[in-house]
């Protein structure tokens, strides 16, 4: 530690005034020793860790950091600012921050010491006397540890050992007799990056649960790598704490115990709030299961391990995976939106791979090449048709799955594991029915909702067993069958054909102001929930293919293209207007938006978004409504101007991505021009920051 904050590296008078100014004043001085390559490189990193998850913590502390390639050794520098810096804590701005940057490869000995830091942060002695020091080179050897531990008072009846020691602790029986079995948590923390907030989430653990009387044991899945619980310890124990935003590893070790399931920021601020959830649950009784168990499990205490092959679904009170690390609050809209987004997510890759390979049958065959018959049975080893007719069949077996891979992961955010047979299901029958894409979503709800109703569902202790493998999957499949089949499968597909048929009879200003809706929308979000809506729309029409759904593909990846591109335009053009980072991810713009990767436009529109996310919209509008003017079509999902040659009426095409993407451009650059050039390395204009303060809000 004693390299990695030295007085250079601290700064007791920060003056900065936004996160993005603080952390650029500390990474110069990390600069300055040479232990950062690249400056904005590096802090184009800190914010993309910041975009994950605002590192704010409770009692004015900030803590940005990450892992860079431009990173020399793992540094530490720390700042004080009187002002206060808002780094999205609930409880206010911060005083203190701390950044850390570790290099891509480093190795668990030096992250272990930087996590020793995180979890010092958590002890108000600790930052009461950076808050008082007067000194740089006082502020350092604190931060290096370098100061007298206290100890800690004995804790009556534990025969001297310190508080820290929750193995022999004990609660006295009131009125005398024997002491009560302390009640018993196990936990586990893990964040992202697996340097800071994972471990000041265990230690706050640690401190809430021995000022409740709680023995309380956490396993830290960090960068410096995890120590498993001891199985006796997990086996004894009462309650299990899941902090943590990213998957937690060898998660069954927790079968049948009442869980908390939460984000780890969560476990830093609310570490007391999680005990008492805890022990509430398990005095109802609660058998709550982690992801991979039977919800209606074994009791609390119990350690039994599931049947090999079982994949079951948490109890009522446990989060599905996209609910997990949501904090209270988050309305139901939320929770939709993230399992429609759970379903386009995982039908993505299909789309991409199945579309792709049918685009290149069309490609090398032709357009009759969907008549070929069965390679199983006719395939010359020399004939390019052959080949053709294989991309082609292999592409369209994957497209089948477009509906059923929706259906099945929409059911599977809302109840894991239990939800995919019976979505699946759901997704087949929707496509026996002709209820294509609609059909689909219908199917996934259903299933998921039912799944969950079966698990609300009190059953004996001898079923308990075969719930998950045979009782869930069996009564959630015929339940769902019955409903699509019977009840509203056929309005669904009444509807989804009125669509097909709506989507056909495009022609002139419906046609266009469609193109123009779905060109806001491809451009409104950079990827996010409403690209993805208009995105999946566009796929589903290519499960019935007409020519109104190819013009509506076509429409939508040529707006796709328009953002990145304009970026890539902006920064060639005005590079002086734009930072040396931003003229750096304006090279690659050019790729990623001829690929059609809406994505490559996101630091843009994180740096300014009130200028970047209209400007690219108005050339995403104009654009979707050329393309559809023109009546291009499109039969591939993807590729950009890789499958130009599949493009119905391909120059218009390419002019209306021209035309949208020198329109948001220069309206980028106007509004940039009006800005003003930004500061080489001091804090961006007021209202830049506040742009980004609202968009992230």
């Not at 520098?77 to 780094?87: E, M, N, Q, S, V």
């Not at 923390?189 to 989430?201: D, L, Q, R």
């Not at 090999?308 to 309305?331: F, L, N, Q, Y």
């Not at 690659?588 to 009130?610: K, T």
């Amino acid at each position: 530690m004693s390299d990695m904050i030295t007085a250079d590296l601290v700064d007791l008078d920060l003056a900065a005034r936004t996160k993005q100014a603080a952390a650029r004043s500390l990474a110069e001085r990390m600069v300055a020793l040479g232990r950062v390559t690249d400056l904005d490189g590096f802090l184009a990193d800190v914010e993309a860790r910041e975009a994950q998850m605002p590192t704010g913590l409770d009692g004015g502390i900030g803590i940005p950091h990450c892992r860079s390639a431009h990173v020399v050794e793992p540094t530490l520098a720390f700042g004080r600012a009187a002002h206060g810096i808002d780094f999205g804590a609930a409880d206010g701005p911060a005083d203190l921050v701390f950044l850390i940057a570790a290099p891509a490869g480093a190795d668990d000995a030096h992250l272990a010491i930087l996590s020793s830091l995180a979890r010092s942060l958590t002890d108000p002695d600790f930052t009461a006397a950076l808050r008082a020091t007067t000194s740089a080179t006082a502020a350092a050897a604190l931060l290096r540890g370098e100061k007298p531990p206290q100890a800690e008072p004995e804790v009556p009846g534990t025969g001297g050992e310190a508080a820290g020691g929750p193995a022999s602790e004990v609660t006295a029986v009131p009125g005398g007799g024997a002491p009560a079995e302390p009640f018993r948590i196990v936990a586990v923390t893990s964040c992202p990056t697996g340097i800071a907030h994972t471990y000041m989430a265990a230690q706050a653990l640690e401190q809430a649960g021995r000022d409740a009387g709680v023995e309380i044991s956490v396993e830290t899945q960090g960068s410096a790598g995890f120590t498993r619980l001891d199985p006796a310890v997990v086996a004894a124990a009462d309650g299990v704490i899941l902090a943590h935003d990213v998957p937690v590893r060898e998660r069954e070790r927790f079968a049948g115990k009442p869980t908390v399931d939460v984000g780890v920021k969560a476990g830093v601020n609310r570490a007391a709030d999680l005990i008492a959830e805890v022990r509430a649950k398990a005095a109802r009784g609660e058998a709550t299961a982690p992801e991979d168990q039977d919800a209606t499990g074994p009791a609390p205490g119990t350690a039994t391990a599931p049947a090999p092959g079982t994949a079951t679904a948490p109890a009522p009170g446990t989060a599905a995976p996209v609910d997990r690390g949501g904090e209270p609050g988050e309305g139901y809209g939320a929770r939709l939106r993230a399992w429609l987004m759970s379903g386009v997510g995982y039908m993505v890759p299909f789309v991409a791979a199945g579309g792709l390979l049918m685009a290149l049958g069309f490609a090398v065959g032709g357009w009759d090449i969907d008549k070929a018959p069965s390679v199983a049975e006719h395939f010359a080893w020399g004939q390019a048709d052959s080949w053709a007719a294989l991309m082609f069949q292999t592409g369209g077996l994957a497209f089948q799955f477009l509906v059923p891979v929706l259906a099945g992961y929409i059911a599977y955010g809302m109840a894991d594991r239990p939800g995919l047979v019976p979505g699946f299901v759901g997704g087949a029958v929707a496509l026996t029915i002709d209820a294509g894409f609609l059909g689909g979503l219908a199917a996934g709800l259903l299933a998921g909702a039912v799944v969950r109703g079966v698990q609300r569902l009190r059953v004996p202790s001898a079923l308990r067993g075969i719930m998950p493998v045979v009782v869930i999957p069996l009564v959630a499949s015929a339940v769902v069958g019955f409903l699509m089949f019977l009840v509203v499968g056929k309005p669904i597909a009444a509807l989804q054909g009125a669509l097909t048929d709506w989507l056909a009879g495009l022609t002139g200003a419906n046609a266009v102001l469609l193109g123009a809706l779905l060109g806001l929308m491809m451009c409104f979000d950079l990827g996010g929930p409403v690209n993805k809506v208009a995105y999946a729309f566009a796929v589903g029409g290519l499960t019935t293919p007409t020519d109104g759904s190819l013009k509506v593909m076509a429409a939508v990846m040529a707006a796709g293209m328009v953002p990145p591109l304009a970026m890539a335009l902006a920064t060639t053009v005005r590079a002086r207007l734009f930072t040396r980072a931003e003229r750096e991810n304006g090279k690659a713009a050019w790729v990623l938006g001829a690929s059609f990767i809406s994505e490559g436009a996101i630091p843009f529109a994180a740096a300014d978004p009130l200028r970047v996310i209209p400007s690219v919209m108005a050339g995403g509008a104009v654009t979707g409504a050329l393309s559809m003017a023109f009546e291009a079509t499109l039969r591939a999902p993807h590729g950009g101007v890789f499958v130009v040659p599949l493009i119905g009426n391909p120059f218009p095409y390419l002019a209306a991505v021209l035309a949208g993407t020198v329109l948001s451009a220069a309206l980028v650059i106007a509004l940039k021009s009006h800005r003003g050039r930004p500061a080489a390395g001091g804090d961006p204009s007021p209202s830049a920051t506040e742009h980004k303060v609202a968009v992230t809000a």
